[in-house]
């Protein structure tokens, strides 16, 4: 199923990431955890896709068996940012190949040593878009910053690029992960100032682990409230504390999004079953399932 379908049968949907694994031997292990959160039956599922396109052969297996072995439409990410169009290409014909209807389009980041000034086929996301759509087959989404990109200079220059990616033929967008809900209002207001209509689904991830949480703050720019960063101070070393609290938090986000007309929720699961199926048996009320 492409997903923009979706948007136009349910309410408000709620999917779940997952990430392939980076080596032969971590295969069985990830695909389990993978397929326990597909039998939760999420609206889709998507599939990330490794630095240089490292994990592959990886993305297309695992979303061709969340599609086929489950039922659940899967969503593609694909990275340009050291690829060349030949490669593109046969990346697109092996989704294709394996059911694959939608596509998560990313720049990409930067792997360690690449000159970004270095000549190359793809330069932005919207290259990427512009090669997809001319493919065809595929709907198209797009990431996008509620704080901005950390590269910009401010959020008014990300909002002017998202919008050039919007205009290449993005059909939904996806947020990084936020952990204050009233950043993600004033993004939606700035993005629909400056022409932005398709869908946004609202990137959550519970917290479950302290220090990887820190980590990931520091590489994704992201400013937490107060009363999250008190989360992470009072339960950094009580494990079972910290899962049960970062699960609560991320549910009340996700109340109160879906209170104020949010229609799409997309949670960061980190391939755990537990927490996903927990976020759900809290919000299965709230959420129609």
């Known amino acids: ?16 990431e997952a990430f392939p694994p980076k080596k032969d031997v971590d295969f069985d292990t990830v695909r389990f955890a993978i397929e326990q959160i597909a039998e939760l039956k999420p609206d889709f599922m998507s599939v990330t896709y ?11 297996e695992i979303a061709r068996i969340v599609q086929a072995g489950h039922g659940v439409p899967a969503l593609a990410h694909l990275t340009c940012v050291s690829s060349n169009r030949d490669r593109i290409q046969q990346e697109l014909e092996n989704l294709k190949a394996v059911g694959v209807e ?3 389009a990313l720049r990409g980041d930067y792997p360690q040593g690449y000159d970004p000034n270095a000549p190359r086929d793809y330069r932005y996301a919207a290259d990427l878009i512009k090669e997809i ?17 950390t590269e910009c200079r401010s959020q008014e220059e990300d909002l002017l690029h ?13 947020t990084q992960m936020f952990f204050d809900n009233s950043v993600l209002y004033s993004f939606l207001y700035r993005a629909q100032r400056v022409g932005i209509q398709v869908p946004v689904l609202a990137g959550i991830m519970p917290v479950t682990n302290a220090a990887q949480m820190t980590q990931i703050l520091n590489l994704s720019g992201s400013t937490p409230p107060y009363r999250f960063r008190m989360l992470l101070d009072r339960f950094r070393e009580r494990p079972d504390a910290m ?22 929720i997309h949670v960061y699961t980190m391939n755990r079953p537990d927490v996903a199926a927990k976020l759900l048996e809290n919000l299965s009320g709230v959420l129609g399932r």
């Open 133 to 149: 759509r001319a493919f065809g087959g595929f709907d198209v989404g797009a990431a996008c910053y509620p704080e901005g990109h």
């Open 243 to 264: 899962k049960q609290a970062g699960i609560v938090y991320a549910a009340e986000q996700i109340v109160d999004l879906v209170a104020n007309g949010i229609r799409g």
């Open 50 to 60: 490794g630095a240089g396109g490292s994990t592959a052969a990886y993305t297309a």
């Open 1 to 16: 199923m492409k997903l923009s379908n979706l948007w136009n049968e349910k309410p408000v949907t709620l999917s779940f």
């Open 162 to 174: 998202l919008k050039e990616k919007v205009d290449c033929g993005v059909d939904f967008l996806t």
């Open 102 to 104: 939608n596509i998560l």
